[in-house]
């Protein structure tokens, strides 16, 4: 069983930071690409940020310049940094992350999610 689970989101005033993490735990063999996500009540998630297992990193064009991810191998964990935050971003922010996940005598590689975190920016 792998899980995902996030934490570090919150209420901050426009113009802030936030930190959001993402740590995977379960059977994992290995973790390739991990990236976050927002969605917005009744609309599309969206694609926020990437980064492959080699350190590869890709952003939404309204975030770059604003927001970081990274990632430490060793802990299986994904990090958003969120710096100079509009109101526009507000979201519920879910990571995502393909995992490759030892069974008894087989293995698999699915792509999984966390169950998401809430930022709110206020203006």
């Known amino acids: 069983q792998v899980q995902l689970v996030e934490s570090g989101g919150g209420l901050v005033q426009a113009g802030g930071s936030l930190r959001l993490s993402c740590a995977a735990s379960g059977s994992i063999l290995s973790i390739n690409d991990m990236g976050w996500y927002r969605q917005v009540s009744g609309k599309q998630r969206e694609l926020v940020a990437s980064i492959t297992s080699g350190g590869t990193t890709n952003y939404a064009d309204s975030v770059k310049g604003r927001f970081t991810i990274f990632r430490d191998n060793a802990k299986n964990t994904v990090y958003l940094q969120l710096n100079s935050l509009k109101p526009e971003d507000t979201a519920v922010y879910y990571c995502?992350?393909?995992?490759?996940?030892?069974?008894?005598?087989?293995?698999?590689?699915?792509?999984?999610w966390g169950q998401g975190t809430q930022v709110t920016v206020s203006s």
């Open positions: 995502n992350a393909k995992i490759t996940t030892l069974h008894t005598d087989y293995i698999t590689s699915n792509y999984y």
